[in-house]
């Protein structure tokens, strides 16, 4: 039976950094993937900027393309203010997650980690526990956390920030190449080596967890809760 992925995060780029050879992988297996962008990713960073709508547009687009190459099937927008989660009203980010939740009916969600430092991240992992939680009749049966390159490392390593994964799935091949292929669609979040988001970086990042289990490329998760 095909199950329905359903990938929350909060910025345009997230899911690539965290998941993007496993979202491929999903989908070759033939279930249905969608993608929940929590924020818009822009109106902090370009709040003065006369071409606001022009850059949240772009980065759409940039989005679309990279979720065609991974075979995403579709994509929601929660429209909330980026970079500001934490002063935004809890209830309005638990409803823009447990709206999609409704809509998509998933039988797998993954999120962010609750250790990274960006707070939005930290945001939207407590929001979808709010919208995944397992009341009776609950369709969720596997619930998953992602580290994020940039954000997830540059924590202090508090025991609380130390992301310490209990799944690796192996992508190597055709996966990774998709999840290179994908993250280079965003032109805008790009940079140059040894930044975290720079595909050099992520191509060695993903080899060195395939190394922690014998695997020569893979990415790697906190489970949550699993019904079987």
Known sequence: MNRRVLVIVAHPDDEILGMGGTIAKYVAQGDEVALLIVTDGSTSQYKDSPDLQAI???KKLETQNAADILGI????YGGQPDMRLDVTAHTSVNAAIENVVDDFQPDIVYTHFEGDVNRD???????TLVACRPVPGQKIKELYSFSVPSSTEWNVQTKQAVFTPTVYVDIE???AEKKYKAMACY??????????????????????TGLQVGLKCAESFIA?????
């Open 56 to 58: 949240i547009d772009a």
């Open 173 to 175: 091949g055709i996966y």
């Open 73 to 76: 099937s579709k994509i929601y």
């Open 224 to 228: 949550h809760r699993i019904i079987r």
């Open 187 to 208: 032109r805008t979040e790009l940079r140059e080596y040894p930044h975290p988001r720079s595909i050099e970086t992520l191509t060695i990042l993903d080899k060195a």
């Open 121 to 127: 991240h930290q945001c939207v992992y407590q929001s």
